[in-house]
């Protein structure tokens, strides 16, 4: 019965797990996507062009409670969160200040993607904060690789075939 | 791309199972609403992504994009969210199971006294506490849990163990669940405190040569045996000794010094509760108390209070005590105890009472293991108006 209970539990992780796992991969693609129909001046699917922006745009919650979580951790004020783990583990470091300037980069990307007023602006962005866009894809890509490691490994411990 | 087809057929097959179940009951019909809403949202995506997807595979797309590594990597992204929205969708079956379960308890007359019996017990519950703000669908299977997978979509659910099904007096242990369902609510202000209180003193008394361990266990604490510790002092908040005591009953196993993965040590969880209690005790229940307190004493002879080991000294879980009660306040069960203990329990005379009340009445009298009393009660409780 007990093991019955872990099921549940083990899922309930695992579903939070997914979702946040899911939101960065999506969050990749639509900057990957959106990059791809700027830069080739596709821009007449506006829908479709915002509907990317608001994907992107949904990890800034996360990434700012990340840096909360990892100000706290870093001061000893707070033991290291699941998030903050997962951050170390994508990362491949400890070091508070690299961690804490790649989260800043990042967010200070999604809040100028985020605040465009006109699609046209966005050409701006992409061409002239390359490295900058370059930056952000380069911290979800790691997130989203250890997200998936994650989930893969608990959910091949409870839907083993 | 053969991963959409499939998880768009896995979609259609949760669906249909949903449409073909029976509305047995209201909390049933809410249940079966809210799989079908996040089934509808996993649909909106999956369309969404299988859109995405044909658009970076045609030829004028690909030939912008410039760069291969970005379209290798936007691929790969795809199958990463297809297979963690598969991951949702076995989540979902694992639901499909629990319904399937509970159509089939309507199928026994003596079942369907314990549901509705549990339905009141629930709405009884949802009086005392008004934090609770989602619907909650109840049901019995093979273990005790709680599971808020559908939150968003308003639904909580909920399972008492089927083993307990006409043992009305082990349903107190459902408190402990609702507990998980109300952590959210007090969980910043006691992780603050945690913080600022406890935290610190775990760091400062790592046994010698015990740090790489430590420092695992101290995670732990604030990922999920806080919560843990908070759900049984809630429960205890509510039931009072009645939940201690199934509590022990129920979760006693030969290991009671270490904690695992999900849950404190057992003798954490036992001394925290008992420690709430004593607090603010109640002369109506002083008594059972101090025979509980032998009673557990006898079955951890071995640990004396000053033994209870790192991270679990008696310290920190005094500390976790007086924060659970700054913030959610002395045991509720004060308002009531001195009706219950005049309960009548007679197996022909049974008062009608809340059935929280009529619960752990039962738990704190000798009849709890008097199948005809529990079947009684069940009884007086379902016909309760």
Request: aromatic share 10%; charged share 25%.
């Amino acid at each position: 019965m007990i093991a019955r209970r872990k099921y549940w539990e083990q899922l309930t992780e695992l579903w939070d797990l997914s979702e946040t796992a899911s939101m960065i991969s999506e969050a990749l693609l639509s900057l990957i996507t959106l990059k791809a129909f700027i830069l080739g001046e596709a821009m007449e699917d506006t829908t479709f062009i915002r509907e990317l922006l608001r994907r992107v745009s949904r990890c800034h919650n996360f990434l700012e409670k990340l840096i909360q979580e990892l100000h706290l951790y870093a001061q000893s004020k707070a033991s290291e969160s699941p998030l903050v783990s997962i951050l170390i583990e994508a990362l491949g470091t400890e070091d508070y200040e690299i961690l804490h300037s790649t989260l800043e980069k990042a967010l200070s990307s999604i809040n100028t993607i985020k605040n465009v007023s006109e699609l046209s602006e966005l050409i701006n962005i992409f061409t002239k904060k390359e490295k900058e866009i370059e930056a952000l894809k380069s911290l979800l890509e790691s997130l989203s690789e250890t997200l998936t490691k994650k989930t893969g490994k608990l959910a091949s411990e409870l839907f083993t075939f | 791309m053969e991963e959409i087809i499939e998880l768009e057929s896995i979609y259609h097959a949760i669906t249909d199972y949903v449409n073909s179940l029976p509305d047995l009951d209201t909390m049933f019909t809410k249940l079966k609403h809210a799989v079908l809403k996040r089934v509808e949202s996993e649909t909106r995506n999956l369309n969404w992504i299988s859109n995405t997807f044909k658009i970076l595979i045609s030829n004028k797309i690909l030939s912008r994009m410039g760069k291969r590594e970005d379209y290798q990597l936007a691929h790969a992204e795809i199958a990463r969210i297809l297979s963690h929205m598969k991951t949702r969708a076995q989540g979902l079956t694992g639901i499909l199971n629990l319904m399937n379960s509970h159509a089939n308890l309507y199928s026994n007359e003596k079942n369907l006294l314990a549901l509705r019996s549990l339905n009141k017990y629930i709405m009884d519950i949802r009086q005392i506490e008004p934090l609770i703000n989602n619907d909650l669908f109840c049901t019995f299977s093979d273990a005790y849990f709680m599971t808020p997978i559908l939150k968003n979509e308003g639904i909580v659910v909920l399972s008492l163990a089927l083993y307990d099904i006409f043992k009305v007096w082990k349903w107190i242990l459902l408190l402990h669940e609702i507990g998980h369902i109300i952590y959210p609510y007090y969980k910043s202000k006691l992780v603050s405190k945690f913080r600022n209180r406890i935290l610190p003193l775990l760091n400062e008394t790592v046994p010698r040569g015990y740090e790489q361990q430590a420092s695992v266990l101290i995670k732990l604490w604030e990922r999920e045996w806080l919560e843990e510790i908070f759900s049984d002092l809630y429960a205890t908040s509510l039931g009072g000794l009645a939940y201690t005591k199934a509590f022990i009953i129920e979760a006693y196993s030969g290991e009671v010094s270490e904690g695992t993965q999900f849950h404190p040590a057992l003798i954490a969880r036992v001394y925290s509760q008992m420690e709430y209690i004593s607090n603010s005790s109640s002369g109506a229940i002083s008594q059972q108390l101090n025979d509980t307190k032998t009673a557990w004493n006898r079955f951890v002879q071995s640990l004396s209070e000053t033994e209870y080991p790192y991270p679990f000294t008696i310290d920190v879980l005094d500390e976790i005590v007086n924060m659970f009660t700054e913030l959610v306040g002395k045991p509720r069960y004060l308002d009531y105890i001195n009706d219950i203990t005049t309960i009548s329990l007679e197996a022909d005379k049974i008062e009608r009472k809340s059935p929280l009340r009529l619960i752990i009445a039962l738990n704190l009298s000798s009849s709890k293991y008097d199948s005809e009393v529990n079947q009684k009660i069940l009884k007086v409780i379902a016909e309760d108006r």
